[in-house]
């Protein structure tokens, strides 16, 4: 059956492009990801005025092109929701926090990374948990990360739709969301105190990271699963280089670190902790 297209795309425009997301991205597109990649990047072809996928490849090819940021906010997946795999949250509430506090009593220092952040969710989240659960005199930064810029743009104006918090407890949704702010019908925003806590950068994990940590909790939930095993191994070394002794390590659902890494144990379903 032959698929009816708006652009010819080839399997050598799919192997280049393929190659591209790759080399910027780290994410290892499978065969099945054709059509995927066909039609989130007919998008930018559109509004380029662009007739090809091979002028597009040049354009993207081309010495410092713009277009690359486009092109890799075009293909980046951003699935987010605020207390996604909510057994984490818990966890962080009732183990992974009061162990913490427990051992940096004295410094009372925190550091936290959310690591592919998306538009923010998860670090705000996380940053309602460490509200309720460690003293305000503590000092506590969360850093968010994500390749794309645009949601990371979201994060940061702490702005979403009301259906986004749909789930959240009343309780907790009043004491850290605010409704219909500055006439956005439809629209919440988090409190300033919560994005006090967050800083939001863009950071492609393929590439050199800015911070030596050493860092207390690590989210990178879902992310890995699109970086072939070599990368994997690679981000996990980074990772534990990162971490205090016996920080945690969170990953997402359907990733482990079986045959991936020896530097952390099992401490629960996809919870680790450093051991050296």
């Known amino acids: 059956m032959t698929i009816e297209r708006e652009f010819h795309f080839s399997k050598q425009d799919f192997e280049l492009l393929r190659q591209l997301v790759n ?4 994410i290892s597109l499978s065969d099945h990801k054709q ?11 559109r509004a380029l005025n662009l007739k090809s996928f091979g002028s597009y490849y040049r354009l993207l090819q081309g010495e410092g092109s713009e277009e690359l940021t486009h092109f890799v906010n075009a293909v980046t997946t951003n699935l987010t929701s605020f207390f996604r795999e909510p057994h984490h949250f818990d966890l962080l509430a009732t183990v992974l926090l009061p162990q913490l506090m427990a051992r940096k009593h004295y410094s009372k220092r925190l550091r936290i990374w959310s690591a592919g952040c998306a ?8 940053a309602i948990v460490v509200k309720e659960v460690v003293p305000s005199s503590w000092d506590v930064k969360i850093l968010a990360t ?3 810029s645009s949601v990371l743009n979201k994060g940061l104006s702490g702005v979403y739709e009301e259906e986004r918090v749909n789930g959240i407890p009343e309780a907790r949704l009043h004491r850290w969301f605010r409704r219909g702010v500055k006439g956005q019908t439809g629209r919440v925003q988090v409190v300033p105190e919560l ?4 800083t939001f950068k863009r950071l492609n994990l393929i590439e050199t990271w800015p911070m030596h940590g050493p860092l207390d909790i690590i989210f990178c939930r879902n992310v ?10 690679v981000l996990f070394e980074r990772f534990a280089n990162l971490l205090d002794g016996e920080g945690y390590l969170l990953i997402g659902h359907s990733e482990n670190l ?7 144990r099992l401490l629960q379903q996809t919870v680790y902790v450093k051991t050296h």
């Open 258 to 264: 079986f045959q991936l890494s020896t530097r952390f």
């Open 224 to 233: 890995v699963i699109y970086f072939d095993k070599p990368t994997q191994r």
């Open 23 to 26: 080399k910027h991205t780290g």
């Open 195 to 198: 994005q006090e806590l967050i």
């Open 146 to 148: 994500d390749l794309d």
């Open 35 to 45: 059509e995927m990649l066909y039609s989130r990047l007919s998008r930018r072809l």
């Open 119 to 126: 538009s923010g969710e998860e670090a705000y989240s996380i």
